[in-house]
């Protein structure tokens, strides 16, 4: 019975250390480890990068493709996307 309530309380602790490192950094996203560049017009309604007009905080834009969200592409890379921009246009 007891080895049965450790054996519980260590999968707790466990599963909440987890939980706790899988929490998303609300603040501006770490710069990849490839050259990179920013690309805007791109980004997915909520997968931002970083800044828009309104807001400066990752992940918060409002609009699929929304033309002063953006988001880091290998360089040389958002020239080739449909929308892609290296300007706030």
């Known amino acids: 019975m007891m080895n049965s309530f450790v054996k519980a309380a260590f999968a707790g602790a466990l599963s909440a250390g987890m939980a706790a ?4 950094h609300a603040g501006p996203a770490d710069k990849p480890k490839f050259t ?3 690309c805007y017009g791109v980004a997915k309604a909520g997968h931002n990068d970083c ?3 309104a807001s400066a905080c990752a992940g918060t834009s409002k609009t699929d493709n929304q033309r002063d969200a953006w988001i880091y592409v290998p360089k040389g890379a958002c020239n080739k ?3 892609g921009s290296l300007s706030k246009a």
């Open 36 to 38: 990179a560049e920013k």
């Open 21 to 24: 490192a899988a929490l998303v």
């Open 81 to 83: 996307i449909v929308g």
């Open 51 to 53: 800044e828009t007009s």
